[in-house]
């Protein structure tokens, strides 16, 4: 089965600073990837998706992801980041023939003044 | 707004007692899916639905089952509760019609559940 590996459970960023969220997949076959956010309390809520049209993905509020199958990598980010980004982030992959998604186990992200 | 409503949002229970959760979906879509959340797991698929009547198993689907005897509802149980099944529990419909899969899972607000 496909999955995907967050590194780094917490990540610590200054209000307008680089976020820099990573994922890497396992497939030999290049996969359709996601990024989700959680806010607390909330359910998901999709941020991105690559699903083999272009390799730089741009989403909302001001984040994008680059697939590069080179490195089996699909990190996220942002250039400048903002108190309201603070939330729980999850990349997710499809499995099963695209009718399941499969979950990291998150990377929560906190903005700092 | 996906129309996702999930019930109870949150219960409190004793172990060996069984327990039904509840996603009602407003906007037909035809696959459903139960998740659970858990500290250091991220999201697991319990079970999902890819029609009426029509279910499958996920990667943690011991000591659920899952019901959908209509579009708009998909129902979890847990036959006999266990401190282990404390989680917040998600509901998910697929966004897309049948043959224009995008992939997207739309979130209902989630069920927290303790098992005491």
């Known amino acids: 089965a496909q999955s995907v590996t967050q590194l780094g459970s917490h990540v610590s960023v200054s209000e307008g600073a680089l976020v820099l969220l990573r994922c890497n997949y396992s497939?030999?076959?290049?996969?359709?990837l996601f990024w989700y956010v959680q806010y607390p309390n909330q359910g998901l809520q999709l941020l991105l998706k690559?699903?083999?049209?272009a390799t730089l993905v741009k989403g909302i509020n001001g984040f994008e992801a680059e697939f590069k199958k080179s490195e089996t990598s699909f990190h996220l980010t942002k250039p400048s980041a903002h108190m309201s980004d603070a939330a729980e982030y999850f990349c997710a992959t499809d499995w099963g023939g695209g009718n399941k998604l499969t979950f990291g186990t998150g990377t929560q992200l906190k903005v700092e003044l | 707004d996906a129309g996702i409503t999930q019930s109870p949002r949150h219960k409190v229970t004793e172990t060996g007692t069984p327990v039904t959760l509840r996603c009602h979906q407003t906007e037909n879509h035809r696959y459903m899916y139960w998740y659970r959340q858990d500290p250091g797991h991220g999201l697991r698929l319990i079970h999902y639905s890819y029609g009426v009547k029509d279910t499958d198993k996920g990667e943690v689907s011991d000591g659920y089952s899952v019901s959908r005897s209509k579009t708009e509802d998909f129902l979890l149980t847990l036959e006999s509760a266990t401190s282990s099944q404390t989680s917040v529990y998600f509901c998910?419909?697929?966004?897309?019609?049948?043959?224009?899969?995008?992939?997207?899972?739309?979130f209902g607000e989630g069920s927290r559940l303790t098992v005491l």
């Open positions: 998910a419909i697929r966004g897309g019609n049948t043959g224009d899969y995008t992939g997207e899972l739309f």
């Open positions: 690559y699903t083999s049209a």
């Open positions: 497939s030999s076959v290049p996969p359709y």
